[in-house]
C-alpha cells in the first residue's frame, strides 16, 4: 500500500510540477541537436555555390517555414501558441526575414540564365521548403519542439534568427521522427488480425459463417467482441 502512495506521489509531481505548457507525455524525448551551417544534406535545400550570407539567408528562411508549418499543423494545441508565436515573428524579425528572401532571390537570379528561370527556381525552392517540415506521425514531437523554438526566436534581439536556425535547425529536423513515452517506454509487436479461412464450404448463401462444417471462426469471435 505505501509503494503505491510513494509511486502515486512519484507520477503527480512528474505530471503537475512541470512549466506550464503542454505536455503530451510523462518524459518527452529529448530532439536536441548539434549546430549546423547549412551545407547538411538534411537540413535545408541545397544552395550550391551560394555565398556566406546567401547560406545564412536559407537557414533563416527554413526556419520561418518550420514555424509557419507549425502555425498551421498545430493548432489542436492551443496551449502551444504556434499561430501567435508565428506572427509575432512576422512582426518583430521582418526586417531581417525580408533582407533573407532578397538574399536568396540575388542568389538564383545568379545561378540561372534569365530572371523568369530564376524566379521558377526561387519558387521551387520555397515550396519545396516548405513541405520538407509536413509530418504526420511525428506530429505532436514536431509540434512541442517548435513551439520551444518558436518562444526563443520572439524573445531574441532583432537581426539573431541566423543564429538561432544555426543552433536549432537540427533540433527542428530531429523532431520529424516519431519517438513515444520515454518514462515508461515499451515496445509493442503487433500481430496481424486471425482470419478464417474462405473456403466456400464453410459459408452459406447469406455468407453466414457454418459451425457445424467448420469449427468456430476467429472472425465470428472479433465481430461479437468489438460489437459489446
Not at 54 to 71: K, P, S
Request: contains cysteine; charged residues 15%; aromatic residues 10%.
Amino acid at each position: 500500500m505505501r509503494t503505491n502512495v510513494s509511486l502515486l506521489i512519484a507520477v503527480y509531481f512528474l505530471i503537475f510540477t512541470t512549466p506550464a505548457s503542454a505536455q503530451f507525455y510523462i518524459k518527452e524525448y529529448n530532439y536536441a541537436g548539434d549546430p549546423v551551417s547549412g551545407i547538411e544534406p538534411d537540413i535545408m535545400q541545397q544552395l550550391p555555390g551560394a555565398f556566406d550570407a546567401e547560406m545564412a539567408a536559407g537557414m533563416v528562411w527554413t526556419l520561418r517555414a518550420a514555424l509557419n508549418v507549425a502555425a498551421l499543423q498545430c493548432q489542436f494545441e492551443p496551449m502551444l501558441l504556434t499561430q501567435g508565436t508565428y506572427n509575432a515573428l512576422l512582426v518583430d524579425h521582418g526586417e531581417e526575414l525580408k533582407s533573407s528572401w532578397l538574399a536568396l532571390d540575388r542568389y538564383f537570379t545568379r545561378q540561372n540564365k534569365t530572371t523568369r528561370a530564376g524566379q521558377n527556381a526561387l519558387d521551387q525552392y520555397g515550396t519545396r521548403t516548405y513541405s520538407g517540415f509536413a509530418t504526420v506521425a511525428s506530429q505532436l514531437g514536431f509540434c512541442r519542439t517548435a513551439a520551444a523554438v518558436g518562444r526563443d526566436v520572439i524573445f531574441s534581439s532583432r537581426g539573431s534568427l541566423a543564429t538561432i536556425a544555426r543552433m536549432r535547425l537540427r533540433e527542428l529536423r530531429n523532431s520529424l521522427t516519431p519517438y513515444g513515452e520515454q518514462q515508461f517506454p515499451r515496445y509493442l509487436q503487433p500481430s496481424p488480425a486471425p482470419l478464417p479461412t474462405f473456403d466456400q464450404v464453410c459459408w452459406n448463401r447469406k455468407g453466414e459463417w457454418q459451425t457445424r462444417k467448420c469449427g468456430s471462426s476467429t472472425l465470428s469471435i472479433g465481430t461479437s467482441l468489438a460489437a459489446r
